[in-house]
C-alpha cells in the first residue's frame, strides 16, 4: 500500500450512450411526435373490425376509440399550431424591436438612406448635364 496506484478513468459503455442519446433526444421532443407513431398502431389494431364474424356492439365500441384517439390527435395539432404561431409572432416582434422599432437603428438606417439617395440625384443630374 505504500505505491499510489494509477487512478482510471470511467469510460462509458455504448449502451449508456445510446440510453443518454434517447432520454435527450426525448426531452426535445414533443407528445405529438409520439402521438403520430402511435396512429399505425392502432389503425392496425382496429383493422380486426372488419373481418366477419364480429358483434356490433364491440365494432361500435373499437369505432369510437380510433375516433376519440384521432379526436385527440387533431386537437393537440392544433394546439401545437396555435403555440407555434404565438411563438413565431413574439419572435417576430423581438426581432422588429432589434432592427426598425429600435430607434436609434432606424435613425441611423434613415441617414444612410438619405445619404445614397443624395448620392444617386447627384450622379443622375451630373449624367443629365453632360448629355446636353
Not at 449508456?16 to 442519446?21: F, I, S, T, V
Not at 392496425?44 to 384517439?69: D, E, K, M, Q, Y
Not at 417576430?92 to 438612406?113: D, S
Not at 443624395?118 to 450622379?123: F, L, M, P
Amino acid at each position: 500500500m505504500t505505491k499510489s496506484e494509477p487512478r482510471t478513468n470511467y469510460s462509458p459503455t455504448l449502451w449508456e450512450h445510446l440510453k443518454a442519446g434517447f432520454i435527450a433526444a426525448h426531452r426535445r421532443r414533443p407528445l405529438s411526435f409520439y402521438l403520430l407513431l402511435l396512429i399505425p398502431v392502432v389503425l392496425l389494431l382496429g383493422a380486426h373490425i372488419f373481418h366477419p364474424p364480429i358483434s356490433p356492439v364491440r365494432f361500435t365500441l373499437v369505432l369510437t376509440l380510433i375516433l376519440i384517439f384521432l379526436w385527440l390527435i387533431s386537437a393537440w395539432a392544433v394546439n401545437d399550431f396555435f403555440f407555434l404561431w404565438r411563438k413565431h409572432r413574439v419572435e417576430k416582434r423581438k426581432v422588429y424591436l432589434e432592427t426598425i422599432g429600435n430607434p436609434e437603428f432606424a435613425e441611423q438606417l434613415g441617414r444612410r438612406v438619405k445619404k445614397r439617395q443624395d448620392r444617386e440625384e447627384a450622379s443622375v443630374s451630373a449624367a443629365s448635364d453632360t448629355q446636353f
